[in-house]
């Protein structure tokens, strides 16, 4: 009987892990899809930044010196 009362604590205390990690198991999936999008949404800024620099260069060129500036402030 007690051999029995053990091996049924041992199942309970197995369920009650499996049922644990399940959990777990299912809010590291929910964090990875939420990385996932922030990736994503970082990878578009940075192409949205990079096009803004890309145009910036094309509609203004080089920067001029720096002796230009200077004297532009002047």
Same mark, same amino acid.
């Given at each position: 009987?007690?051999?029995?009362?053990?091996?049924?604590?041992?199942? $309970?205390?197995? %369920?009650?892990? +499996?049922?644990? @990690? *399940?959990?777990?198991?299912?809010?590291?999936? &929910?964090?990875?899809?939420?990385?996932?999008?922030?990736?994503?949404?970082?990878? $578009?800024?940075? %192409?949205?930044? +990079?096009?803004? @620099? *890309?145009?910036?260069?094309?509609?203004?060129? &080089?920067?001029?010196?720096?002796?230009?500036?200077?004297?532009?402030?002047?």
């Amino acid at each position: 009987m007690a051999r029995e009362d053990r091996f049924s604590d041992r199942l $309970e205390f197995l %369920r009650a892990t +499996e049922q644990e @990690l *399940a959990g777990q198991i299912g809010q590291l999936r &929910r964090e990875e899809e939420y990385l996932r999008l922030k990736v994503r949404q970082a990878r $578009e800024q940075v %192409r949205y930044y +990079e096009g803004l @620099l *890309a145009l910036l260069r094309r509609d203004y060129g &080089r920067a001029p010196p720096l002796a230009e500036v200077v004297r532009r402030l002047e």
